[in-house]
């Protein structure tokens, strides 16, 4: 009779453990539909909207990236974005230069950026070696203090390029957390241009602080795409061409490219031929890159449009 017992009280517990399991676990919310663990393919063709704005805009393509966490991940590709039309395949690198190859000849332009990290710079024998333009720090915001500071090298560097021929375009480095403070690095910039005859971009450059907490650190995607507008409108009031600088990842996951598309881009990705699915028109493509006149290592970029020739027009 007991062993009846014991096996009607273990039939029980089973049953109720079943039960305790499908109300925590696999019974959906109340009010809510059970959502499928994959997400159909059709299921992509028509986008779900949410107070108007777009989760998916498709071209029938996908952009495929490595995560350090989740390995291979793919994002969609934005319609309204304009994809890269060069062939990379027309890149070739020559004496640590790259170049790009059109119908046989070059088209590309060979540039440097530089701040007060590379202190003295010999400009005259950078211009030698083939450097045509570069990108100046002007200034930054601090990523724990807020503060704003001038590049100490800055006026140096400006003049020494161009005295040497050399064509300049002028960055700042943000970590501006609202549009107002955005417009204020604008402004900042603006005044350390002065008179310069600032003949390419001048550009609002935002990182991620790798390694410190950084006032930056949790921003969002509609709180940095704001910034950027903010920065090169007040930029193009002021008659100088606006660009926006990333990296590959950051343009892809922190921005809303799609309402970005106006203004000129300027990609960071170390690779012998750039993987980043949209335009750009000015490729930074290494960051340990050697030019005679410069002490030690160097960011090195190629300019795929003659910003100098632009602005004669």
């Not at 498709?58 to 291979?72: A, H």
């Not at 604008?186 to 006032?215: C, F, H, K, N």
Request: hydrophobic share 40%; with cysteine.
């Amino acid at each position: 009779m007991s062993k009846i017992v014991i096996i009607i009280e273990s039939i029980l517990l089973v049953l109720l453990s079943a039960a305790l399991v499908w109300a925590l676990v696999l019974r959906p919310g109340r009010g809510e539909e059970a959502v499928p663990a994959v997400l159909q393919p059709e299921s992509l063709q028509e986008p779900p909207t949410e107070g108007g704005r777009d989760y998916y805009a498709l071209s029938g393509e996908r952009i495929i990236m490595q995560d350090p966490v989740l390995g291979e991940i793919w994002l969609p590709v934005l319609a309204d974005v304009p994809a890269c039309a060069r062939d990379v395949s027309d890149l070739t690198l020559r004496n640590g230069m790259q170049f790009y190859l059109e119908d046989g000849s070059v088209t590309s332009h060979f540039g440097v950026d530089v701040s007060s990290h590379q202190e003295e710079i010999d400009w005259e024998t950078v211009k030698a070696a083939g450097v045509e333009f570069a990108m100046i720090r002007a200034g930054f915001r601090g990523y724990g203090s807020g503060e704003l500071v001038a590049d100490p090298w800055f006026d140096r560097n400006v003049k020494g390029a161009q005295a040497a021929g050399i064509d300049v375009g002028v960055y700042f480095y943000s970590q501006a957390l609202t549009p107002e403070e955005a417009v204020e690095e604008a402004q900042m910039t603006l005044a350390l241009i002065g008179d310069y005859d600032i003949t390419y971009p001048v550009v609002y450059d935002w990182e991620t602080v790798s390694g410190e907490a950084a006032r930056t650190d949790n921003m969002s995607i509609d709180a940095l795409t704001a910034c950027c507008k903010a920065f090169c409108e007040t930029i193009r009031e002021a008659g100088f061409t606006p660009m926006l600088y990333q990296n590959m990842r950051t343009s892809l996951l922190k921005l809303e490219r799609a309402e970005l598309t106006e203004y000129d881009f300027w990609l960071a990705e170390y690779h012998d031929e750039p993987l980043y699915y949209y335009d750009y028109q000015i490729w930074q493509y290494a960051s340990d890159g050697r030019v005679p006149g410069i002490t030690g290592e160097v960011d090195v970029n190629i300019a795929f449009t003659d910003y100098s020739k632009e602005k004669q027009q």
